[in-house]
T-cell receptor, first 110, second 117 residues
């Protein structure tokens, strides 16, 4: 089955600590993966996509096909990073058909 | 640009009533998505429109759910009759798709929190 798994519902770290939000996927084709973020009282928005190989707000994510993972990382967490993070997989059936994980809440404490 | 606009923000109604959720996509976008978010199942795609035409409705849970897009600037998601298990947050998203070029990112609305009593 095609799915995205985010094993942690909550990740709590202190400011300045490294962060890794885990995402594993199950997909038989060539995967296209995304990270979406929802800050408090804001809309769900795209954070980054693996094809762009970019770093947004200090976050990076590398697609590891061997481990079927797309973990989101940041070396030094900031309080403003506190939010819900969703990993999404594009099933790629002719349009951007996204399957989302259940999300991980990141809480960065001072 | 105000982004994707959804209304109402909150809806509380009794089971059996008809519920209509509304969405105004970003001007110029030609793809529109309806999602449902629940604690148990997370965020699920219900239906996708491209150029006002429903392309994939495989996520629509049952016949009580219907969606329309009469023009490029408006879409509705209707539940009739509603049931308590339909309680969820319903999101609308829009994006721009041009031929075979990779889709632009989806922009989400604030969602409608629906409670069926």
């Amino acid at each position: 089955a095609q799915r995205v798994t985010q094993p942690e519902k909550l990740l709590s770290v202190f400011k300045g600590a490294p962060v890794e939000l885990k995402c594993n996927y199950s997909y038989s084709g060539s995967p296209e993966l995304f990270w979406y973020v929802q800050y408090s009282r804001q809309r769900l928005q795209l954070l980054l996509r693996h094809i762009s190989r970019e770093s947004i707000k200090g976050f990076t994510a590398d697609l590891n096909k061997g481990e079927t993972s797309f973990h989101l990382k940041k070396p030094f967490a900031q309080e403003e990073d506190s939010a819900m993070y969703y990993c999404a997989l594009n099933l790629g059936t002719g349009f951007q058909k996204l399957v989302f994980g259940t999300g991980t809440r990141l809480l960065v404490s001072p | 640009d105000a982004g994707v606009i959804q209304s109402p923000r909150h809806e509380v109604t009794e089971m059996g009533q008809e519920v209509t959720l509304r969405c105004k996509p970003i001007s110029g976008h030609n793809s529109l998505f309806w999602y449902r978010q629940t604690m148990m199942r997370g965020l699920e795609l219900l239906i996708y429109f491209n150029n006002n035409v429903p392309i994939d409705d495989s996520g629509m849970p049952e016949d009580r759910f219907s969606a329309k897009m009469p023009n490029a600037s408006f879409s509705t998601l209707k539940i009739q009759p509603s049931e308590p298990r339909d309680s969820a947050v319903y999101f609308c998203a829009s994006s721009f798709r041009r031929g075979s070029v990779r889709d632009q990112p989806q922009h989400f609305g604030d969602g409608t929190r629906l409670s069926i009593l």
